[in-house]
């Protein structure tokens, strides 16, 4: 069954073709919107599902009526790719290869925002399944449906970065070319380490980084953002346009109100200075080190950002950075250390910015086969051999136990949809297949992160979401919940972003 097409304001001018169409609807969107481009709340939700996302409604449809991937490609600027062509085999590959069993319908490179009007248009009519795709590192490949549409996004890589520090990202630019674009223009924003992660699905999820206790979350320095809604509305966003979809796109996760074409970020200058560094503590010492670690790692300066990686054999590796010369860290290191009572070698250098962000971003895989969760600290730890214990008898798990607070909590658990200020510390068991059996591998991060919930609390964070928990979105999202449905039903009534966990 054909879906009807919602009523849309327009401009009162004629209207000749999809690109004067898609003008017009933009001019009606927002007064005083400055630019055009359009920000594309991307589908990077980063959760994990051993089976496949499930095919529903009119996808069964799509594979029988080619004629509508021909019309829709007509109209296209950017490609459309489908089964059997040259280069659909690797544009569908997700960054998890656990998932290189889903095959899209079809893969738009959407060169422009209106190509994404028409994957949306198309989406809402056929009832086919689309999300939109930026850096494909959504952990259970929800950005590569099974049979559905994708919205590639990758065509729309641009980055500029203004002479006032403004930098206009397109929502398919990934972290290395933001990274690129920003340390050429002597400029700093918070985010993550790896580089393949897309600039969208890492924002719309709130954006924790290697220095996020000083600067905060990216989505704390997001100005604006454009985006195509189901009914084929271009919006801008901000505090000013739009408010509620403004502050639901800030930690709301990604997928669930539109798609997001560009962002407008203020950055700050790049510190001229910053000094890095690593502890290896060996076999055995978890305990010691992450009993000592929470406590410190949240009462030193805001320049001071860490994170612990415990395996199950007990070995510890602490790394981070401070933002400045090495004189301020070296003394909290060393009080670190006394209080562990554990010796450990320390690796550290002063570097710039550039050099510095090339360490914190290196040695990641181009894809990868694992499984991940995650859990947000309620509160310190009482007992830190317990949380060490949830490894024991594990293969895969490991523990990437962040440190919050400082900038993250300048600002309140309501003033944007990430909802966790206040919380000492964040945790991703990460199991990495390898020679293993996937089932394993699942089976055992699900062991750990049920076992955290009990230890140190419930809290989720959306971009390393899992779908073996039960209580994903009341702990992803907790008090922020409601309003975030209430949002997202505003601009998506008929359902058309839909996923196994969106936020319906």
Known sequence: MRRHRPAMTVVAVPVRSAEQRFRADSAAGCIGARRWEVCVVVSRRNVLRWAGAAVVGGDAVVGTRPERWARLRDRLSGELLLPGEVGYDTARLPFNSLFDHHRPAAIARCARPQDVRLCLDEARESGVRVAARGGGHSYAAYSTPHEGLVVDLAPMAAVEVRPDGTAVVGAGARLREVYAALTAAGRCLPLGNCPSVGIAGFTLGGGLGWVDRTFGLACDWLRSARVVTVDGRLLTASAECE?????????????????????????????????????RFPAGSAADVLGAWQPWSVAVPDEVSSVCVAAPDGSVDVTGCAVGPEGVLLGELARLRAAIGVDAPLEHAEVDYPTATGIMTGGHPTRNAFRASSRIADRMWDDPTAVVETLRGRESALLIIGALGGAIDRRGATDTAYPHRGAPTSIEVFGTVGDLRPERVTREVDQVQTALARLIGTGTYINYLDPRQEDWARTAYRHNLPRLRAIARRYDPDGVLRFPQSLR
């Open 243 to 279: 408010p509620d979809l403004f502050w639901a796109l800030r930690g709301g996760g990604g997928g669930n109100f539109g798609v997001v074409t560009s962002f407008e970020f203020a950055t700050v200058p790049a510190p001229e200075v910053l000094t890095v560094f690593r502890l």
